[in-house]
C-alpha cells in the first residue's frame, strides 16, 4: 500500500524524502489572524492567536511561499510551536487521532527532543498544509500503520531544530553564549548562573534566530519520555465528554443534514415528494447530491423525519443484480484467468505429494462506532470544512474542486475521529458538506444514519485465493503456486483504471520472511463495482489468513507441530523466527491445553512490523468461545508500550470480530446488512483474555495499529480445527 | 412541545417535537455533545444516560416519555468519581467515541452493586466499542470498585 501511496504522489514525495535533514530550512514568525475565530473556538477545535513559530523543511517550501502570498484571508496557523493567548505552549501534531494513539506518541517524541514538559504540553491538530505532509506518503494523511514510522525522523530534526533556536534567543536576551545553557522540563538555563527562562518567554525572538543547518538530535541515553508507557494526552477529555468529534462541531447558525444515497452503487435518485418532505417542522431544504438525496434542517431528528417523509425513489446503478451467490461464483471463476504475474518459477516435477487449497474472505464493513460525517462552511471568499478525516489532501482537494476555490481558500480543521480503521481514509462526506453548505449558504453539518453508514462503505473486498503446492516426502514446500482474485482499493482511491492491479490485492503472499522455494503468485482482479477500501491491515487481512492457514495445513498434514514446520521454513535469525520463539514460551505452547481446548497459532509480517499469536478456544453450546489470545510483536524501537500492546489487542478484538461474525451480503447490487443486530461486534462478555509481548530490539519503528489483525482468524481457525476435525478454509467461521 | 428538564442539576426549557428522541435534544438543542449517536436503534449504548439514576439509550427514548427524572449525562459525571479516577488512571479510550456511555453504564454499576462479579460486569457492560477496550474497561471497573471501597 505505502508503495502505490508514494507512486500517485511521486512528486511530493521525492520532495519529502528529503525531510529526514534539515538543510535550508526557512524561519517565519506569523502572527495570525482569523475571520472566523469566534466560530472556532466555540467548536472547541483551535484556541488560535498568540504566536507561532514554525519552519519548513525543504519539502514544504514551495507550498509556504504560495499560501503567504494569498490574500490575508488565508488561515496561517501553520507551525509547531504556539504560544496561545493564555501564555500556554501547545504544539501541533501532524496526524488524525482515531484512538491509535499516535498523537500521543508523536507528542513525546516531540516533547523529548525539545525537552518541553510533556505533562504540560497542549496538543492541537494542525489544518491542511502540506508542512504536515506524512513522509512517507508525500501527502496530510494518517494511515498504513505510518505514524510513528513515518515522523521518527523528521519530528527529532523538527524539534531539534526549533529546540536550538529557543537556546540561541535565551542566550541572545542574556548576551551569553548558547554553549552555556541546556534545557530542562521546559526551561532554558543559563549553567554559569542557574538563571531559568521558560520557551514562552522566547519564543518571539526565536523568530530572528537562524536555524540550525545540522541540529543535534539527543542520543537515546538523554531521553525522558520515548521508551515509556506515558499516559495518553487524549485520556482526559474522552472521559468527561469534552473531546470534540466530528460529529460535535456546532457552529453559529448552522443546518444539519442527513442523507440517503442509491442502495445501488452509483445509481440515482428517480422520484421523490418533496411537498411531504418540506412540511416536516423545521425542513429548510432539499438538496439532491450525487447519488443521493439530503435534507437538511434545524435539527438531526427534523432532517430525519424529512428524510422518511420524502420517500426517495432510485434507479439504475453499476451494480444492478449483484447478488453474493454470483459475486462469490465469479471471484471462484477467477481463479481460471490466468491473471497478471507478480512471480513465477519453474515447475518441480521431481515431488512427493501435492496439494491444493481454496480459501475465501468476504466483502467487511468499517463500522467505526461514529457514523460517517463533516461540517462545511462555504462563503465567497472561502470553503472551511471541519472533519473527522484520515485525510486532510484529499479533503482539500475535493473541498476546492467543489467549492471553485483556490487551494489556499481552504481549511480543513481535523476533530477527533470516533475510529477510522481505513475508512476515513475516503471523504465523501467532505464533498457532502461542502456541497450542502453551498447549498443552504450556511454552515452544514451532514450527519450519517447507521444503516447508511454500513450500505455506503468502502468495503474490505473479498477475495479468494489458491495453492498449488509441492511437497518432498517429509512433506516441506518444493513448489509453490499462489493464485489471489479480488478487487482493487488502490484503484478505488486513486480513481485508477477497470483492469488496475495493486500491490495490496497479493501483498503477504509471497514477500513473508518464508523461504520457500520456486513461489509463482498471480493476480487476478475482478471489478465488482462495489466501492472498496482500506480496512485495518489491508490486503494483509485476508492474505494473512490464506497464508497462514495454508501453512497450518500443510503442518498438519506433514504431522509437524506448527511452530516447527514453520522454523524448518525461517532463517533461524529471522525477525519472523525471534517472534515465533517467544510466542511458544509466552502461550506455554509446549505443555498439552485441557481436553476441551482447542489451540492455533499463526504469524504474519505487516506494516514494518512482525505479529505472531496464539489463539485459545472452546466450542460452548455448539458457538465458537475464544478464551485466550496470546500475542508477540516485534515492531523494532517502541516509543510507548502500553500503546503498543493496546492496538495489538484492539487489532486481536477487530479481527476477532470479522473471523467469528463479519460478512456484508449483497442482494440486487445492495447491501443487506444495516445496523448492529445484523453486522455485530465482538461484545464485552465475547471478548478472550488477550495477552500481549513486545519483542526487545533497537530496530528501526514499524507499525502496530494494524499488524495484530492478520494472524488472528488463521489461528482461531486452526484452533477450532483441533475441535471439530475439520479445516476452516472460509471466512466467516461456521462450525 | 415545550418541555422543561432538570439535566445534570441544571434547569433547561426547551421547545421540540414531542417524538424527538432525548438524544437529539440533549445534542441539537442543549448542546451537550457528550452523549453520542451510534446507531440511532437502542443496539451499541453510545447514546447511554441516565434517569433518576438508571440508564437508558437515549437515542430510542422521545422525550414525551419523561416524566420529570432527573436526567445525568457524562457532563454532569464527578470528575472525582471513581469510575472517573480509573478510566483516567488505566488511560482506557482509544477512539474515546463509545466512553460517555461505558462511563454512565460503569456508573450505575458501582451504584447497584458493590462487589460485582464477572457476570454482574458483562451484564451491566453491554456498550459496544469497536475499539475493541474491553480488556481495560473490564479493570477499570476493578479498580473504581477498589477506588471506591476507599472512599467509603
Ligand atoms: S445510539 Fe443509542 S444505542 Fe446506539
Ligand atoms: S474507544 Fe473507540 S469505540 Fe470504544
Redesign the pocket.
Same mark, same amino acid.
Given at each position: 500500500m505505502q508503495d502505490l501511496m508514494k507512486k500517485i504522489s511521486s512528486q511530493s514525495s521525492q520532495e519529502s524524502s528529503v525531510a529526514h535533514t534539515s538543510k535550508n530550512v526557512q524561519v517565519e514568525v506569523i502572527e495570525p489572524e482569523n475571520p472566523s475565530r469566534r466560530a472556532l473556538l466555540k467548536a472547541g477545535l483551535l484556541g488560535m492567536g498568540g504566536l507561532v513559530l514554525g519552519f519548513s523543511l525543504p519539502s514544504a517550501q514551495k507550498a509556504y511561499a504560495k499560501t503567504d502570498a494569498s490574500s490575508s484571508n488565508s488561515y496561517p496557523v501553520k507551525g509547531w510551536l504556539q504560544l496561545d493567548e493564555s501564555g500556554q505552549l501547545a504544539m501541533f501534531i501532524p496526524v488524525s487521532e482515531m484512538g491509535q494513539g499516535s498523537q500521543t506518541a508523536i507528542t513525546m517524541i516531540f516533547a523529548d527532543e525539545l525537552g518541553a514538559d510533556y505533562q504540560k504540553v497542549v496538543v492541537k491538530s494542525p489544518i491542511n498544509d502540506p508542512l504536515y505532509n506524512n513522509p512517507m506518503f508525500g501527502m496530510q494523511l494518517t494511515g498504513g500503520s505510518t505514524a510513528v514510522r513515518a515522523w521518527w525522523e523528521p519530528m527529532r530534526v523538527i524539534a531539534a531544530t526549533l529546540r536550538e533556536m529557543l537556546v540561541k534567543s535565551a542566550a541572545k536576551q542574556w548576551q551569553v553564549s548558547a554553549k552555556e545553557c541546556e534545557i530542562k522540563e521546559g526551561m532554558i538555563l543559563h549553567k554559569p548562573t542557574q538563571r531559568q527562562i521558560a520557551f514562552q518567554h522566547v519564543i518571539d525572538t526565536a523568530k530572528w534566530v537562524q536555524p540550525p543547518k545540522n541540529p543535534t538530535l539527543k542520543k537515546a541515553s538523554e531521553y525522558r519520555y520515548i521508551g515509556k508507557s506515558m499516559p495518553r494526552v487524549d485520556t482526559p477529555s474522552k472521559v468527561n465528554g469534552t473531546a470534540v468529534f466530528g460529529i460535535d462541531v456546532q457552529l453559529p447558525d448552522m443546518l444539519i443534514a442527513t442523507v440517503a444515497q442509491s442502495p445501488v452503487f452509483g445509481g440515482q435518485v428517480d422520484s421523490y415528494d418533496e411537498q411531504a418532505a418540506k412540511s416536516v417542522k423545521g425542513v429548510k431544504g432539499i438538496v439532491k447530491i450525487p447519488h443521493g438525496i439530503a435534507v437538511v434542517a434545524d435539527s438531526y431528528w427534523q432532517a430525519k423525519k424529512g428524510l422518511e417523509k420524502l420517500k426517495p425513489t432510485f434507479k439504475g446503478g453499476d451494480t444492478v443484480g449483484l447478488n453474493t451467490d454470483n459475486i462469490e461464483k465469479r471471484l471462484h471463476d477467477g481463479l481460471n484467468k490466468s491473471g497478471e504475474s507478480v512471480k513465477s518459477a519453474q515447475a518441480v516435477t521431481d515431488f512427493e505429494h501435492k496439494y491444493e487449497a481454496v480459501y475465501s474472505a468476504p466483502y467487511l464493513a468499517h463500522t467505526t462506532m461514529e457514523p460517517m460525517n463533516a461540517t462545511a462552511h462555504v462563503t465567497d471568499s472561502h470553503c472551511e470544512v471541519w472533519a473527522p478525516t484520515q485525510n486532510q489532501a484529499q479533503s482539500a482537494k475535493v473541498a476546492a474542486e467543489l467549492s471553485l476555490h483556490q487551494p489556499e481558500q481552504v481549511t480543513i480543521h481535523t476533530t477527533y475521529l470516533g475510529g477510522g480503521f481505513g475508512r476515513r481514509a475516503f471523504v465523501d462526506y467532505v464533498a457532502q458538506a461542502v456541497t450542502l453548505s453551498m447549498e443552504m449558504e450556511r454552515p452544514v453539518k451532514v450527519i450519517w444514519s447507521?444503516p447508511e453508514d454500513i450500505q455506503h462503505d468502502f468495503y474490505r473486498p473479498a477475495a479468494v485465493c489458491k495453492f498449488d503446492v509441492k511437497t518432498d516426502a517429509k512433506g516441506l514446500p518444493l513448489e509453490w503456486q499462489t493464485k489471489v482474485v479480488s478487487d482493487s482499493t488502490m484503484a478505488e482511491f486513486t480513481n485508477g483504471s477497470d483492469t488496475m492491479i495493486d500491490g495490496a490485492m497479493s501483498e503477504g503472499l509471497a514477500d513473508q520472511e518464508y523461504q520457500l522455494p520456486n513461489v509463482s503468485l498471480s493476480v487476478v482482479r475482478e471489478d465488482m463495482k462495489i466501492p472498496v477500501g482500506f480496512w485495518r491491515s489491508v490486503g494483509h487481512s485476508y492474505t494473512g489468513f490464506f497464508l497462514e492457514g495454508m501453512l497450518n495445513d500443510l503442518a498438519q498434514k506433514a504431522g509437524y507441530d506448527p511452530f516447527d514446520y514453520r522454523r524448518a521454513l525461517l532463517k533461524p535469525d529471522s525477525r519472523t523466527a525471534g517472534v515465533l520463539n517467544q510466542l511458544e514460551k509466552l502461550s506455554g505452547w509446549k505443555s498439552k491445553p485441557a481436553d476441551n481446548v482447542g489451540r492455533g497459532m499463526a504469524v504474519v509480517e505487516s506494516f514494518g512490523s512482525f505479529a505472531g499469536e496464539v489463539v485459545e478456544a472452546r466450542l460452548e453450546n455448539g458457538q465458537i468461545k475464544v478464551d485466550k489470545v496470546y500475542s508477540v510483536i516485534d515492531c523494532g524501537m517502541v516509543v510507548n508500550p502500553e500503546i503498543v500492546k493496546r492496538q495489538m489487542s484492539s487489532g486481536i478484538i477487530y479481527g476477532l470480530t470479522a473471523a467469528l461474525k463479519g460478512k456484508i451480503h449483497f442482494e440486487q447490487g445492495r447491501v443487506q446488512e444495516t445496523n448492529?443486530d445484523d453486522y455485530p461486534a465482538l461484545t464485552m462478555a465475547e471478548t478472550p483474555e488477550i495477552i500481549v509481548e513486545i519483542v526487545k530490539s533497537e530496530k528501526g519503528p514499524g507499525g502496530y495499529g494494524e499488524p495484530g489483525v492478520p494472524p488472528v482468524a488463521p489461528a482461531l481457525a486452526a484452533a477450532v480445527s483441533q475441535l471439530t476435525d475439520k479445516i476452516y478454509r472460509d471466512l466467516p467461521l461456521k462450525v | 412541545m415545550k418541555l422543561s428538564l432538570v439535566v445534570n442539576n441544571k434547569k433547561y426549557s426547551v421547545e421540540a417535537d414531542s417524538d424527538t428522541?432525548l +438524544?437529539w435534544v440533549l445534542r441539537d438543542h442543549l448542546q451537550l455533545n457528550g452523549t453520542?449517536?451510534?446507531? $440511532?436503534? $437502542? +443496539? =451499541? $449504548?453510545? =447514546?447511554?444516560i441516565l434517569l433518576d439514576g438508571n440508564p437508558i439509550?437515549? =437515542?430510542?427514548f422521545p422525550i414525551s416519555s419523561l416524566k420529570d427524572q432527573a436526567i445525568t449525562t457524562i457532563e454532569g459525571v464527578d470528575p472525582n468519581h471513581p469510575v472517573v479516577q480509573a478510566w483516567t488512571k488505566l488511560d482506557v479510550p482509544q477512539c474515546g467515541y463509545c466512553q460517555s $456511555?461505558q462511563i454512565l453504564s460503569a456508573v450505575v454499576l458501582l451504584d447497584k452493586t458493590s462487589n460485582p462479579t464477572d457476570e454482574d460486569v458483562q451484564s451491566a457492560m453491554k456498550? +459496544?466499542c469497536r475499539c475493541g477496550t474491553y480488556p481495560e474497561i473490564k479493570k477499570a471497573v476493578e479498580l473504581s470498585t477498589e477506588l471506591k471501597r476507599k472512599e467509603a
Open positions: 447507521r448492529f | 428522541p +438524544l453520542k449517536f451510534g446507531c $440511532g436503534e $437502542g +443496539l =451499541c $449504548g453510545a =447514546c447511554t439509550r437515549s =437515542c430510542s $456511555g456498550n +459496544l
